[in-house]
């Protein structure tokens, strides 16, 4: 099935929605179904309470008023609905509640509703698809953290097929949803009935963000992992013709694989990155300066000019010195990761304040699928340091450090400082040798 397309069945492709008039100015309400896709209160009232229509009954097409209600988000007549005689928990002909049609357009106070009169939040329709799955195949990110936070739905659960809603957002390329699901410790590595991972999911279809968010947030294994038709991720993307997707799996799946240089890097280098070879040569070109150019006895007298700036030079680079030391020492920046905090705490997408832009703007980037927190603007993850960093500019392996908000002006003052050096050294040198 890997190299076929799926089919995404839910509400929203299944519903006739009520006629307009034919001049196209207003709705045509003439039942309790059509007063609760649009939402009108007076006239839903007017059919149950003056006329004795039931709310309990399905449309000539098998769905319920609840179900309008929902798909179009309206709280108050969804509400108003279940006060009297609307069954929350009722399913269409193809077992979907009203849940279901909430989640295709991200109806929060809908869902709130719903669930607090007794709706079933883990309902599952015939292909076994939950209010998680709807919401993440519709790329509808807050409803379904929304229902994770507050409702404790199971954001890993598989459908009939063992697609968990990461596969159907890594499909749809709703690189957000797929942000929210790893934050939230959905597998990656979950192989469905022909053997797919999320990743081959988002790569059958060409999605090239939610294949940088899978890989960044993942392991090499997801990579190399192959379906029941033997392919890999990229192999599957290169079948596809997606021939961007392939590239970038097959450069970062060589990256982590076993060439020397990355093997000699990450392993007998460890942490220590490129740091003590800069060291070593920063002070064995201060030793040679100084031995081969101040002092030595075969080149011409140094008169005073050129050894002011001589011991200028040497000043310069005993500066450099310490500012390499405090570049590659100091806390660039690092945010706690959650795992810092305690297994206490309080989720912190539980309550999410968005007029708080001192802590998030909305924008659902800032979830570190890694860190699992909200990172400020203009963080970043290193995957070098393995932390999010604050101001995030770079990772320097020369410093062996990150360049963030806390050391990005000492990394400056350092390299003007070992720039100043190189230029005066040089100068010095062609003088005393010419």
């Known amino acids: 099935m890997a190299s076929s397309e799926i089919e995404v069945v839910s509400s929203e492709s299944k519903v006739q929605e009520p006629e307009h008039s034919p001049n196209g100015e207003a709705p045509i309400v003439i039942d309790v179904y059509s007063a609760s896709a649009y939402g009108d209160l007076e006239k839903l009232r007017k059919f149950v309470e003056q006329d004795g229509a039931s709310l309990s009954d399905h449309d000539v097409n098998g769905y319920y008023a609840l179900q309008w209600a929902a798909l179009n988000s309206f709280p108050d007549i969804a509400q108003y609905i279940i006060e009297h005689g609307g069954d929350v928990n009722a399913t269409d002909i193809r077992l979907q509640t009203a849940l279901h049609w909430a989640a295709v357009r991200g109806s929060t106070g809908v869902a709130d509703v719903l669930l607090q009169n007794g709706g079933r939040v883990e309902a599952a329709d015939l292909n076994g698809y939950r209010a998680v799955h709807i919401a993440a195949q519709y790329g509808q990110t807050a409803f379904l953290n929304h229902l994770v936070a507050k409702y404790h739905a199971d954001f890993d659960a598989p459908d009939n097929e063992g697609r968990s809603p990461l596969h159907w957002a890594a499909y749809k390329g709703y690189a957000d949803t797929v942000r929210l699901l790893l934050f939230r410790d ?211 392996p020369w410093i062996s450090n990150c360049v963030g908000k806390r050391n990005k002006r000492d990394f400056f003052i350092f390299v003007c400082l070992g720039t100043s050096t190189a230029f005066i050294s040089a100068a010095i040198t062609v003088q005393n040798s010419s």
């Open 186 to 396: 959905a597998s990656q590595g979950r192989q469905d009935r022909e053997g797919c991972t999320p990743l081959h999911w988002a790569a059958l279809a060409g999605n090239v963000e939610a294949c940088t968010v899978l890989v960044h947030a993942g392991t090499k294994r997801e990579l190399a992992v192959k379906d029941k038709t033997g392919l890999t991720p990229a192999q599957l993307a290169k079948d596809k013709g997606y021939q961007n997707v392939a590239m970038f799996l097959s450069n970062v799946q060589r990256a982590q694989g076993k060439h020397w240089v990355d093997k000699f890097c990450r392993g007998k280098m460890g942490a220590t990155g490129y740091a003590p070879i800069l060291l070593s040569i920063m002070i064995i070109c201060m030793f040679l300066f100084m031995n081969s150019v101040i002092a030595a006895p075969n080149l011409p007298k140094v008169t005073a000019a050129v050894g002011i700036w001589g011991w200028i030079a040497l000043s310069l680079s005993v500066l450099s010195l310490v500012m390499f030391y405090k570049c590659s020492s100091k806390d660039p920046g690092f945010i706690k990761r959650r795992e810092d905090l305690g297994r206490d705490v309080e989720d912190p997408l539980l309550n999410i304040d968005l007029n708080n832009t001192s802590v998030w703007t909305g924008n659902w980037s800032q979830l570190c699928p890694t860190c699992k927190i909200i990172r400020p603007v203009r963080s970043k993850h290193c995957p070098a340091c393995k932390h999010c960093v604050e101001q995030f500019d770079h990772h320097c």
